[in-house]
Nanobody, 123 residues
């Protein structure tokens, strides 16, 4: 019933930027920690970024620190991932995920998942 739908993926050149959006529906996610995970071809799904319900505390995978910014707008039930200085190794399907309560790096701790949006970064 509850859904998360990602958008904003596409093809960009290295050094470019994209802003991913995650629209929540079916329920409010204002009391959920929100996350972005990604999965590159042939690789395991990995944690990218997370934000607490308050929006005041964020977490990032080391490889994206300083380049990616996660944010949320609880009034609109929206979550964003601003991606700057993109690298070819950022190429992956990016997934939005929600967890009631606090953030977690473990994908298996998530309560809801979107179906993903593909980001392709060319060299």
């Amino acid at each position: 019933q509850a859904q998360l739908v990602e958008s904003g993926g596409g093809l960009v050149q290295a050094g470019g930027s994209l802003r991913l959006s995650c629209a929540a529906s079916g329920r409010t996610f204002s009391d959920y920690a929100m996350h972005w995970f990604r999965q590159a071809p042939g690789k395991e799904r990995e944690f990218v970024a997370a934000i607490r319900w308050s929006g005041t505390t964020t977490y990032y995978q080391d490889s994206v620190k300083g380049r990616f910014t996660i944010s949320r707008d609880n009034a609109k039930n929206m979550i964003y991932l601003q991606m700057n200085s993109l690298k070819p190794e950022d190429t992956a399907v990016y997934y939005c995920a929600a967890r009631e309560g606090y953030t977690d790096y473990n994908m298996y701790a998530m309560d809801y998942w979107g179906k993903g949006t593909l980001v392709t970064v060319s060299s």
